[in-house]
């Protein structure tokens, strides 16, 4: 299935190395070299102005799919991820049943892609209170890692840990040489602060207040003091509250193993701007006030925060309560997975940050957290795997016209900058202008394969 050699060149080819011209060879789905434009082989195709990115990583998307697969689904998720630039996608392993906790259900799910994935997609493994006998077969099944909740997790069969408990998990997924990833909320502080009964539920406020940043700070410090003890590898899951930045960064000066994410949502929505009733913005931890989004970008820029993914986990309009606006009942969850890009360099370039910065954090930031070697990144050697985009193109966003299942999404009617013109896949053109021409060409990918 390998597309024959071709070479692909601009004056914005971003490398390990910044921003230059350069043109790009590939041949049997991989990166040959990456030389000067006066070297480039006879016939190659120059684009110009146009950038030339490594596909996007996106390490943290719900398909719920076997199970919710009328929440989302492989085919249109991967649709949606392909046309948005990302080209490996790690699945999350809550939300489809059963939950991804033991081999066998992992073999469920990789049976139920078949035939239906766009873009490469691997896998977390899921530990819940008494599943902790399945991790060593779970990932000789090639996971990448576990995920654990440290607060109520949203769907019933999906437990959650004490954070004492999830110390004894540091040191299994340690032992196994894969990260623990942790949803961190404390639930006690969450406990502390239900929404109020006489309090509007089409309030946000009502649903801001429900979830105070001291929950993912107390959290967040109780995971790293277990790090502290047991070593190994902790990864912080959609980090919304910048209060907890500072300790993450004490933690990197100590030398401890952590990574952070953060998510679109956070870096470009704010608590201030949501309307009454709009549920399309419940998420949890939640977006918060437009002074934290600011202290977000810093932990960006210092290199504190590691990456940006979506943490796309949408639900029909019925469960996200759309009709009722009720933030209390609604499913929380954003559905994003086309948007990032476009969304977060529209705020990236306002802030004065280039495109080898949102390319550290949506490729190769993310592809280094989950241990994907060669993906999310232009080198030699690396998986053919290139966006072509064109950063000065505007548009204005409307769900209707996006690929993944429900046509629900908070940025409806918003206005980015850049469009993604072309995705390759290992040497293959599977997004042009819009269309995905090609039948689904994309592999479920292990650990030790990628
Ligand atoms: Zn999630």
Redesign the pocket.
Known sequence: MSADPFALGSRRVITPAGEGPGVVVVAEGRIVEIVAPGDAPAGWEDLGELAILPGLVDS?V?INDPGRAHWEGFDTATRAAAAGGITTLVD?PLNCLPPTTNAEALQTKLDATEGRLHVDVAFWGGVVPGSEEHLADLHDAGVLGFKAFLCDSGVPEYGSFTPATAARLLERTAALGVPLIVHAEDPSVLAASPPSSDADPRAYRTWLDSRPADAEVAAIGALLDGLRTTGGRLHV??LSAADAVEHLAQARREGLDVTVETCPHYLTLTAEDIPDGATDHKCAPPIRERANQDRLWAGLAEGTIDAIVS?H?PAPAQDKGLESGDFVAAWGGIASLQLGLPLIWTAARARGFRLNDVVSWMASGPARLAGLRNKGVLTPGAEADLVVFDPDATWSIDAAALHHRHPITPYHGRRVDGVVRRTYLRGECIVRDGDLPLPASGRTRRRDQV
Do not use: G, T, Y
Request: hydrophobic share 30%; no cysteine.
């Open positions: 943290h719900h999350m899951l959609h943490d986990s």
